[in-house]
């Protein structure tokens, strides 16, 4: 993962994050339309990691059905919010239409942002 200490208020960055299935089943790349793949997604959480301050941010799918044991690198576009201060955004994995992994006891990544 590449996070950026310091971000300007409403800037998009990149972040390249590897993820890998430690699951017992694989993660699809495609659903129905856009419902039921996997997507790397992100949330934005004031800097205590407790409340919630943008959601659903950013988005990127899976480049091909991810079967337990592998990972790949994803490139999550992310925006900062609009007011300046220090954040935390929180990774996680999505299978979309159903649950957010961390709702289900996945762990997830966190990275430390200061918002200028």
Do not use: C
């Not at 790949?72 to 239409?97: Q, R």
């Amino acid at each position: 993962m590449s996070p950026p200490a310091t971000l300007h208020a409403g800037e998009q960055a990149s972040l390249h994050v590897k993820v890998k299935n430690i699951g017992d089943g694989p993660w699809p790349a495609q659903g129905q339309g856009p419902k039921y793949k996997v997507d790397l997604g992100n949330h934005w959480f004031d800097k205590k990691g407790v409340t919630e301050v943008l959601g659903d941010d950013g988005r990127v799918g899976l480049p091909h059905d991810l079967k337990p044991g592998e990972e790949v690198e994803l490139v999550l576009p992310v925006k900062a919010p609009k007011t300046p201060g220090d954040y935390t955004i929180v990774l996680d994995m999505v299978h979309e239409d159903l649950t957010w992994f961390a709702l289900r006891g996945s762990q997830t990544a966190k990275i430390n942002v200061t918002v200028q």
